[in-house]
């Protein structure tokens, strides 16, 4: 069974930056689309990024295009999430998701992803 811990999250100061890791057991991601989503306080959860199976073509939310980068690492089943020039607003439990369901050049920003970590969080403030 696909489990996924995210780890990486701190305080962190506006404008700075921060690399979120998603480490993946039981199964090889590289044939799973990758979602990155957050969820600030009182909110909804929301998808800032994803990457697709074996084409690992990203997709990114309008808020977060030019500042977050998703890569993934296949020797070490892992995947990343690069957070440059942060924003107060970036404030947020961030959670990794899986899937197999997709097509390999294909992810989507919203929820539907079969498998969850239990979030990491991120502050960004002075």
């Known amino acids: 069974q696909?489990?996924?811990?995210?780890?990486?999250?701190?305080?962190?100061?506006?404008?700075?930056?921060?690399?979120?890791?998603?480490?993946?057991?039981?199964?090889n991601l590289e044939y799973y689309a990758i979602g990155w989503f957050r969820q600030a306080p009182g909110k909804e959860r929301e998808g800032v990024a994803c990457i697709s199976g074996t084409a690992a073509n990203t997709y990114y939310s309008d808020g977060v295009r030019g500042r977050f980068?998703?890569?993934?690492?296949?020797?070490?089943?892992?995947?990343?999430?690069?957070?440059?020039?942060?924003?107060?607003?970036?404030?947020?439990?961030?959670y990794c998701a899986a899937d197999h369901h997709f097509a390999s050049s294909y992810c989507p920003l919203g929820l539907n992803y079969d498998s969850w970590g239990q979030g990491t969080p991120v502050t960004v403030s002075s």
């Open 2 to 27: 696909l489990q996924l811990v995210e780890s990486g999250g701190d305080l962190v100061q506006p404008g700075g930056p921060l690399r979120l890791s998603c480490v993946a057991s039981g199964a």
């Open 69 to 94: 980068t998703v890569s993934r690492d296949n020797a070490k089943n892992t995947v990343y999430l690069q957070m440059n020039s942060l924003k107060p607003e970036d404030t947020g439990i961030y």
